[in-house]
């Protein structure tokens, strides 16, 4: 066996696995975020081949904006529970009352902004020095500069001016009190990339990602939009019964579906290789807000 | 399929950004909400502005330059490719470093109506010293010459000369107009005087990894599993990375810097046992005999130990703004091995124009020093030259925690250590 033979994906792995155990190395409380979402299911198996069979030298952290899919909320326990790891869910509603914050408010209150709140205050409570995320580069173009050791200060801000620079695969952790450092294992996964995982290592997935029939709302975009208990509508509104899946998971009133008959993992490739639209533009509503809306969160402590 | 990843060196001005963009939207690479985003930006040409798919943060689209190295993902049916986009300006040759670091082949960009400049001397001298094997001598804007070949032969040979001087070997010199797709994914019908592959083909033709499997095999500890359950008591396995060639079952090896020796008891990869697993795998190594081992400390055949040493010459690209003099201290992280390290002298500067050594007793922020350090703690490495993984290191500022220097060791035995010779040519591979 030589190197070439290594696929794609193989080396991406490794990759992976390399930058979690560095995690475990180099840090005293590490954490990892889970949402749900199809990355950081991913996050979780590339954990295992890392750690196995030992245990996770981290808890699962779900940050709950009250805004779920409940399928996504049954996957996660169920998850945890086979893995036999800590999960410790935050819930943006408790922070919500608790700093006297304003809830969301308008047509589609997403509590995406008010989620870095819940974060920056899980990581205080447990004193987290890093926090693994399952961020990719191709995701947007401010993410495309992230490193995959991200370093922020005590409020969670990201400088982009100030980065390291990252050199082969050295990672450097060194932190002083207060800092706190983002790490994001498939920075260089694209979305066929972590699909194409899913299929080779026949990953289950919360059955949103599949085609199903949904009662949506269509937006003026002509976005369609799961109809849920959150969403404040007028008379005028159009909703529709559609054949959709969600190409990626987040806060229910501002995550799109789009239109699909997908039923397996080969479909949803499939799907993606015909695509014509990025994941964050099809699903996104925040992003669109302004050119920077990534930057700008993450100056402000997003992850 | 296969992963290639691949810096391009240039500025705005020679049409990187263009270059890019070209190369992901000529392979359906981009989405059309982007190029929708894309085409809503005033251009001066009337058309799209396909520079404007690299450009991320505000203050980059704001005052049109590239400040930090980004990473942009394409795939076509024969490979996946990570661009590392640097910036050109001479200032920011710490961000040529940092993407040429993981690089394994460099475009590097030239206007044909410029030719050789200093920028192209300055990058292919700092592609070559991170140990990048492929160059493409990418010359752009063709349609400003005419299409000329006789403008891209003298090119040709003035880079001829740079190549020599820097010993590098693997070299595709490509014609092309970035701006209107000539010869970056088709071949062009402007350029028929030219009968080499587009630079797609050429990108996906080119050996993709060195033969990291056919070197000294190296491998670091980066964490200790102990499940101690009742199940695994007993289970001690050594998580790490293979840095470079083959591990066996059965191997006899060396536990460095201690120099235990024992056996590999077994290669796990997804607790499955493996045979054989190689570079650049991540695996966990069990031993055969109880014998202490930490995060940190190299597993190596016993008959291929590298030096360890306290003392080593390097060369040091400085990436701090204030400046280096001799006699500071610092953290050296070696992958996982992270020790005190102290930097007496600083032995030369190298000038990136002429490759030639230059006296100096401080390195200024994107200076290329050679240099000598000592270790607090032994360190287990080899010479860059040999080996790109256990020859780099990081230097990090003990205060605040930032990374300072990228380090390619030289030499780790003393007997090889250079005196200073100024005015000598700096670079030998």
Redesign the interface.
Known sequence: ????H???L??????A??IM??V??QFERPALLFSGGKDSIVLTRLA????????F?FPLVHVDTGHNFPEVLAYRDELAARLGEKLIVRKVEDTIKQRGLRDATGKFPSRNPLQTYTLLDVIEEFEFDACIGGAR??EE??R??ERIFS?RDEFGQWD??R????????Y?G???KG?NVRVFPI??W?E??VWRYIQRENIALPSIYFGHERTCVVLPSGQLLGLSEHLQLDETDEIVQRQVRYRTVGDSTCTAAVESNASTIDDIIEDLLL????ER??TRLDDNIS??GM?DRKRNGYF | ???LRFITCGSVDDGKSTLIGRLLYDSDSV????LA?LENKPTVHGTVDLALLT?????E?EQGIT???????F?TPR??F?ITDAPGHVQYT??M??GA??ADLAIVLVDARLGVIEQTRRHSMVAALLGIRHFVLAVNKMDLVGYSQEVFDQIVADYAEVAKQLRLTNIKAIPLSALHGDNIVERSTHLTWYNGPSLLEHLESVP??E????QESRFQV??V???Q?DE?PD?R?Y???IQSG?YRKGDKVTVLPSGIETAIEAIE???QEVE?A?????VILRLADDVDVS?GDSIVPVKQVPHITRELEATLCW?AEAPLRGGRKF?L????ALVKASLPTILYKIDVQTFTHVATDEAKLNDIVRVRLKTAAPIVADPYRQN??SG???L?DEQ????VA?GLIEATDPELFTEAEPGALAFSI
């Open positions: 066996m030589s190197t070439s290594l696929d794609y193989d080396r991406l792995e490794a990759e696995i390399h155990r560095e475990a190395g295992e081949k890392a750690f196995r069979p030992g245990r030298p580069r191709d173009k401010a495309a500069k370093v982009p001016k980065q390291r620079p990252e050199l082969w695969n050295v450097n060194k932190i002083q800092e920075s260089n694209t066929l990339d695509a014509k639209v990025s533009g099809a050119e920077a930057e | 399929m296969d992963l989405s059309l909400d982007i985003a450009d991320g943060l505000r203050a689209r400040i930090d190295v980004a990473y942009k993902y795939t490979r996946k990570i710490r961000n470093v940092t670091s993981n993709a990894t033969e990291a499997s056919v980066q964490y599993i102990r499940p359950t695994l289970y396995g998580a790490g990375r083959t990869i997804n607790q054989t190689v570079a650049p795998q991540s995060r990436m953290l992280q070696h992958h996982s790109r993984d780099s290191f990081i990090v605040t925690g930032n990374t990228a």
